[in-house]
C-alpha cells in the first residue's frame, strides 16, 4: 500500500508571502520556481503534475515540498555552504610565485597562464584562479618616468600650488604644443564586425598630406582653450613668442599672468620678451614631468574627441578642423580639477613575493 502524501498545513498570511515572493523581481529566478511549486502543492495539484508544469522531476519537487513543511519559508532559501574545500595547497601556490621570480624562457617575453602550466606541469585553469586570488595580472602594465630633477618638488609644489591656490588677481595658463598632427586622407564609414555589431571602420591604408603643430594654452580657471595651428616649421622661439603675443590679447586683462610649462627649448631664454612684459610669470615644470602640466588633459580629449579615425584632405582642413573643435568644447568648457594619483619610484621591485599575501 503506498504511503500518503504529506499535506501541506498552512495560513492565508503564509500564502500570502510565498505569492510576494513570486511577484517579487528582487528574488533569484531559483526562489520563484520553489515558491510557485508549494504554491501549487498548496492549491491541490499532483506531484506528477507540477514536476510537468514546472520541467523538474517529482524528486525535486518532493524535496522542497519537505523542506516547506520541516522550515517553512527559510526552507525554500539556501543553506550557507561551507564551499569546495580548497584543492591546492601552499606548495603549490610557493611553486607558482617561485616560478614567476625566473626568467620565462628563452624567446619569451614574460609568463602567462599557458607558459606557466607548460612549465610546472599544473592546470593552466588552476594557476590562473591563483593568480586572480592574488591579484597578479601578468598581463597589465602600467609605465610612468620618474623625474630626476633635484629641484622636484619645489618645482611640483610650485606648479600644483598654482593649481590649488592661484595667486589673487591673476590668470593661469598652461602652455604646450602637440607637434606633427598628421593629415590622413583614407576612407571611413560603418561595419558589421563579426559578433553582428555596427562599429567605426576606417580603411588600412591612407595618404600622407602633410601636418601640422598646434600651440594651446589652457585657462586653469575657465577651462578655455586658446589654440593656434602653425605649420611645424613655426615650432621655434619665435613662433612661441608669437603665440604668446596672440594669447595675452585674447586673455581677460590681468594684473599678473602665470604660465606654466615644461623644459622645451623653445620655452627658454625669453629676458628679453618677459622684461618687456614684467606682469608675465614663466613656471616649469621639473623635467620629465611633463604630466603636470594640465593642457596635456585637454591634448588627450582632442586627440579621442576630434582627430582619431578623421580623414582630411590637406593640412586646411585639418586646421579648420581642430578650429571648429576648440569652438564647440569652449562653448561648454569647465576646469580641470587637479586629482593626480602619486606614483613613487620605489613601487618598482623585481620581487612579486613582495606584493603577495
Known amino acids: 500500500m503506498a504511503r500518503p502524501a504529506r499535506k501541506i498545513i498552512h495560513t492565508a498570511e503564509e500564502k500570502l508571502e510565498l505569492e510576494s515572493i513570486l511577484k517579487s523581481r528582487k528574488q533569484k529566478s531559483g526562489i520563484h520556481l520553489r515558491a510557485r511549486m508549494i504554491l501549487q502543492c498548496m492549491d491541490g495539484w499532483k506531484i506528477a503534475d507540477i514536476a510537468k508544469a514546472n520541467r523538474v522531476t517529482s524528486a525535486t519537487v518532493i524535496s522542497w515540498k519537505n523542506r516547506y513543511i520541516e522550515r517553512g519559508i527559510e526552507g525554500l532559501f539556501d543553506c550557507i555552504r561551507s564551499g569546495r574545500p580548497a584543492t591546492y595547497t601552499l606548495e603549490f601556490k610557493a611553486a607558482i610565485l617561485d616560478k614567476l621570480e625566473e626568467a620565462p624562457p628563452a624567446g619569451y617575453a614574460q609568463w602567462d597562464g599557458p607558459l606557466l602550466a607548460r612549465e610546472t606541469g599544473h592546470s593552466k585553469h588552476a594557476i590562473w584562479r591563483l593568480l586572480r586570488s592574488q591579484r597578479i595580472c601578468l598581463a597589465r602594465k602600467r609605465s610612468w618616468c620618474i623625474s630626476t630633477d633635484p629641484l622636484f618638488s619645489l618645482k611640483a609644489a610650485d606648479v600644483v600650488g598654482l593649481y590649488l591656490a592661484p595667486p589673487e588677481n591673476a590668470i593661469v595658463v598652461c602652455v604646450d604644443e602637440k607637434p606633427n598632427i598628421q593629415a590622413l586622407e583614407r576612407r571611413t564609414g560603418y561595419a558589421i564586425s563579426s559578433d553582428r555589431k555596427l562599429i567605426r571602420a576606417m580603411e588600412g591604408t591612407y595618404k600622407r598630406n602633410g601636418t601640422l603643430n598646434l600651440f594651446a594654452a589652457l585657462d586653469v580657471a575657465t577651462g578655455q582653450i586658446h589654440g593656434k595651428t602653425t605649420e611645424p616649421a613655426k615650432k ?24 606654466i610649462m615644461d623644459n622645451h627649448s623653445i620655452h627658454k631664454r625669453h629676458g628679453l620678451w618677459l622684461d618687456a612684459h614684467p606682469n608675465v610669470f614663466f613656471h616649469y615644470t621639473p623635467t620629465s614631468a611633463s604630466w603636470l602640466n594640465m593642457v596635456e588633459i585637454w591634448f588627450g580629449i582632442l586627440t579621442l574627441k576630434s582627430l582619431r579615425g578623421m580623414s582630411f584632405s590637406s593640412t586646411k582642413e585639418l586646421g579648420a578642423h581642430i578650429k571648429a573643435f576648440q569652438k564647440a568644447y569652449n562653448a561648454t568648457a569647465q576646469p580641470f580639477i587637479w586629482k593626480k594619483r602619486e606614483i613613487r619610484g620605489a613601487q618598482l621591485v623585481n620581487s612579486i613575493k613582495n606584493f603577495c599575501n
Do not use: A, I, Q, R
Not at 236 to 259: A, I
Open 236 to 259: 621655434t622661439k619665435k613662433g612661441f613668442v608669437e603665440f604668446m603675443d596672440e594669447l595675452l590679447l585674447d586673455l581677460p586683462e590681468s594684473g599678473e599672468y602665470h604660465v
